[in-house]
């Protein structure tokens, strides 16, 4: 078996006994990369020399007898909007194409001192404003289940990247489902935190009081691992939660008898696909089995989270993307005169999808219009949370499909923005509500022509600051229906193997 074949943990195990180098394990993913990164396009930039000082790094803090870290050479992707010093940061967009990031990002910095190794930066949509990946101008990102498909977005590079086999671990950002919904296409684990329990310190801004960063991996206790590294208290971030960091991997095991999920019928009238609904109803079953009391909810707000979502997150686009002008750094063109020049920047500089949300949101905080859009949605976002925080009353975690469909195709829905908007329908609630929640593979649905099978993914939403529930559901979840699941990414992993062999790439 190759090193990039292993888990997570066993990697990781096999570091700290030495039986392996770290110089090895960066040497079997970047050649992995090498085999199948021309297929699916995970990768901005791949940071080799970088990576192979910091596993060198490594190394020789393992054989001096030093630890390095909880990570300990373990390599990770990072999305191309954090901030790691000495490497571009571009948001995948022309405007930031050569900006090279001053410094690093909290959780960066964080990751560093816990021993991680940078692989690179992964594809993404523009300033994270999508949900396919497709809205990156330097192209998109494919599904590695399906390269006909999308890989979901924004964070699509970071998730293609763990489900190819690129990465065994890696960061992205969630604004509205940006880390869940691509783990659900990809059939990976993700994991929006609770806001502001991991610092947005080094995160281009899209919307300030939604965006989250969080941690994609290959099972729960990846994501826990991740989580115990970059969570914590942080001065340089204002909405810094003070909560004490947590070990997370150390609490993943229990009992499940007694606990109780709650089911929001609101959850299941989003046009789930009856494949996904049908899978998702075994796994109450499951659980069920399992001890837990499964029982319907109501959320009765829920139905207006969507457009309340594309009030408010446009509306914080605007105001934060309005740094980017040509003045101080990044892109800047030709024009006779600085109001020219200001506009040809920001009308050539951004992408169609970028000026859209940037009009949406200047427009909703104008004059005369405010009270009428922003003013409102930020009454009814309030409602929303008030109804989670009264389901919590009663049940400990919520349940539903992330996403109403598996993966659909490149170009399928890039020219209807309401139809990819509708793809984020059962993730945004949970980012207007500030909470955690988990996608993780839950099942499989035949679709296509050619009949495959793509992966959905089953969301669990916590309590504020209760992601230690959160993962303990997924864990145990994890140990009954796993196997399975883990059997058939190894087969897709091999048949990408197979397809890079037997078709040329241009």
Known sequence: MEIWEMSTKEILSLLKSREITAQEVLDSYLCRITEVEPLVRAYLEVLEPEARAEAAKVDAMLIRGEDPGILSGLPCALKDNLALKGARCTCASKILENWVAPYDATCVARLKKQGAVFLGKTNMDEFAMGSSTENSAFGPTKNPWDLERVPGGSSGGSAAAVAAGMAPLALGSDTGGSIRQPASFTGTYGLKPTYGLVSRYGL???????????????????????????????????????????????????????????????????????????????????????????????????????????????????????????????????????????????????????????????????????????????????????????????????????????????????????????????????????????????????????????????????????????????????QEIGKEINDKIRDMRRDLTRTRECEPVD
């Open 204 to 478: 281009v801004a899209f919307a300030s009081s939604l965006d989250q960063i969080g941690p994609f991996g290959q099972s729960v206790w990846d994501c826990a691992l991740l989580l115990e590294a970059i969570a914590g208290y942080d001065p340089l971030d204002s909405t810094s939660s003070r909560k004490e960091p947590f070990p997370y991997t150390k609490h993943l095991e229990s009992s499940l008898r007694g606990l109780r999920a709650g089911v929001p019928g609101e959850f299941l009238g989003f046009g789930i696909d009856p494949d996904v609904r049908e899978g998702f109803e075994k796994i109450l079953e499951i659980l069920s089995d399992m001890g837990v009391i499964v029982e319907e909810t109501s959320l009765p707000t829920l139905p207006y989270a969507l457009d309340t979502y594309y009030v408010i997150a446009p509306s914080e686009a605007s105001s934060n993307l309005a740094r980017f002008d040509g003045v101080r750094y990044g892109f800047r063109a030709s024009a006779p005169n600085l109001e020219s020049m200001y506009q040809k920047t920001r009308g050539e500089g951004f992408g169609r999808e970028v000026r859209r949300r940037i009009m949406l949101g200047t427009f909703a905080l104008s004059a005369g219009y405010y009270d009428a859009y922003y003013l409102r949605a930020a009454r009814i976002r309030t409602l929303i949370r008030r109804d989670f925080e009264n389901a919590f009353e009663k049940f400990d975690v919520l349940l539903s499909p992330t996403t109403p469909t598996a993966a659909f195709k490149l170009g399928e829905k890039i020219e209807d923005p309401i139809s990819m908007y509708l793809a984020d329908v059962l993730t945004v609630p949970v980012n207007l509500a500030g909470l955690p929640a988990l996608s993780m593979p839950a099942g499989f649905v035949i679709t296509g022509e050619k009949g495959k099978e793509l992966p959905w993914g089953l969301q669990i939403i916590g309590k504020p600051f209760a992601e230690t529930t959160v993962l303990q559901v997924g864990n145990a979840l994890e």
